[in-house]
Each structure stands twice: as C-alpha cells, then as structure tokens.
C-alpha cells in the first residue's frame, strides 16, 4: 500500500495553512450510471438522505408539505403537513434545513427553533435563545445530523457579531452539536481554513458538511484539503483533495469589494471551486465536487460567463483516502447542489429534459 499523506492537529483558528498533497491509487475503476424518477415535480431544495442495509430514503420539503420517498421503487412513503409559519418575527422560523433521522423521526431546522416529528408526537425546542450565533444558515447544502446515540444534532454554526469581510468571522469554529434533550451545546474543533483569515474571498465561502457514524468532513469552495472531525476522539485529519483539472490558482477579492454585489458575483464566476464532499457510509467512499475556473467573458460569444456555466468534475476517493477516479459531467444537465450519497451509491439531481419530476442520476463504483 502506497504511502498516504495525512496530517492530524489541533485545529484552530490560527493554524498555519498547509495543502496535503492528493494521493492517487494505482488501482483503477469504473463507474455505473443509472436513473432514478420520483413522483413529484421538481420544485424541492431542501432535503436529507437516509441509507439503511436495503434502501435509500429521500426526505424533501415541498413548501408546506414534506415528502419521505423511497430511493428504489421512487414511491413516497410518509408525508407530513408542515403548519404556516404565525410568529410575528416570522423569518426567523422558516424552515431552513430538515434531517431524516428514520421514516417515522424528522427534524425541521429553522434560524430559532428544531422541532422534532417523532412518530405521532411533535417536540418544538427552542434554538439560539439568548446567543450571539446561528446554529443554521440558510444554505442548502448544509447536511445536519443526528447521533442517537448522545441525541446530539449536529449543525452549521454561524456568527452575527462581524462581517463576513472581516477575517475576524473566519476564526470562529463551523460545526455545532446542539442536545436535543437538555439544550446543551458541544463546540467542535473546527475551523474556517486558515485561508480564509488571510484573504478574503467574497461568496466563495460557504461550509460543505457531511457526515456518517462516527466522522463529519468539511470542505471549503477555495481549499483543496478535505477535514475530517472524528467526534469520537475530537481530533481532526487533513488529506489532499485537489483536482487535476485545478491548475489555476484561486485568487482573492479585495475587502473593500465586499459591499459590490457584482463585483463578487463575477469573482465568483471565474474562480475554480470545490463543491459538495460526501461520505459514503455503506463503503468509506468520500465524493467531491470540483468546478473549473473559467474567465470572466466568452472568448466566441463576448458574453459574460455565469456561475453555473462552469464544467462539474467528480471525484472519488476511497477509504484508504487516495483518488480512485475523476470525471467530468455535464454542468447544463447535473445539479451538484442536490446531491446526497445512498448505499454504496453516489446520486445527483439530473435536469432531465423529458420530464417534469425529479430525477437523480446514480453513479455506482465498479470494484
């Protein structure tokens, strides 16, 4: 077995940044593609996966109704009717974020509250009483998660009290265990990369979180490396993750840019990013998304290039960490952002152009 490069610290705000270099397996593989079709039209962002020895479950809210589906047959399952939001600060309760715990137990997540739909009961639980920082932003590809075992939900912590052009809001840690019990919190040691406190890069910051037993990864749009937080033992790992299709280097924004929409939106336009970094629980796979730089305008057209005009790479790692295959799919045809990993399967949301509803494309590793 080659060497595999993998750092293990304490990691804090001020860590000093260091790219893990990717390893790469001498073994090759394929992949399968299949498709799958749900009865429900495509008009869903936010969901959760649930992947069991059998099946693959699907949970997403439909304005005020929130679908279970079943990831073989495409047939819903369970239904709940999600009650209008009534409070007098009403956006503080839309419902950010939902997790599939089971069929019968689901979370809602919003700014100020989790409630839980356990069976036939309804727990609401207050959330961010009294605090300086949100648990949960309105990000869809945020994937909360729930250990049964401590009833800890873990979430995206975000800060209020600095800019996000401030380097300041960057030394905060990103990954919150919220006890669904007492209300107790457990702040995880991790991190914004350390790039971040050093440059500022406009909307190129989101957190990719995800998880499976024991381990949650996080990856950031402008770092190659890929962090793994084991809760176990609190420590965290870094392995390599850049694209061979990374060859241009990520540039920054000026801070005094931070106020100019469209000057962000352009930096984020033309600047290589990494995506979604999945885990698959069923085989330790770890998938990630990788978006080309481009330049700002069309080289034939003239125009100006936009953010989903970037080519969408996918790349597999195995559970020995190293990259077992890289590839290309369509960016007019894949939604990376709706994507979730099943039992030892990878799915994407496929624009597809002969129905309605909503299809996934399946990618299955060939051992």
Known sequence: MPFICIIIYACVSTTKYIEVPVKTSENKINVDSSYIELEELSTGYIFSSLSTKDTDYLAMLFDSTLGVFNLITGKKINELKIPPVTNDDSTDYIINSICLNAIDDIFTISKKQVTRYYKHSITKIELNKDRKHFLLYNLQNDHPYFDNITNTLYLQKYL?????????????????????????????????????????????????????????????????????????????????????????EIFALNRKSSSIREE????????????????????????????????????????YNKYFDKNITVMIFNKE???????????????????????AKLYIGYNSPNTKHLVFKIIKVKE
């Not at 960490?321 to 039992?343: A, V």
Request: hydrophobic share 30%.
């Open 160 to 248: 209020t009290e600095y800019s996000q052009s401030s380097s300041d809001f960057y030394k905060s840690n990103v990954l919150t265990g919220f006890n669904v019990k007492d209300g107790n919190l457990t702040e995880c040691p991790v991190y914004y990369s350390p790039l971040y406190l050093v440059n500022y890069y406009g909307f190129a910051n989101h957190v990719y979180y995800s998880s499976a037993d024991s381990l949650s990864l996080i990856s950031f749009p402008i770092d190659p490396n890929i962090y793994i937080y084991n809760r176990k033992s609190t420590k965290v790992s870094v392995i390599g993750g850049r694209s061979s299709f990374h060859t241009n």
């Open 264 to 303: 962000k939106m352009r930096h984020w336009a033309q600047i290589a990013e990494y995506n979604e970094t999945l885990i698959d629980k069923q085989n330790g796979y770890i998938y990630r998304f990788f978006k080309q730089d481009q330049p700002l305008k069309d080289k034939i057209t003239g125009k």
């Open 321 to 343: 960490r190293e990259l077992i295959k890289e590839f290309k799919i369509d960016n007019k045809l894949h939604n990376n952002f709706l994507s979730f990993t099943g039992n």
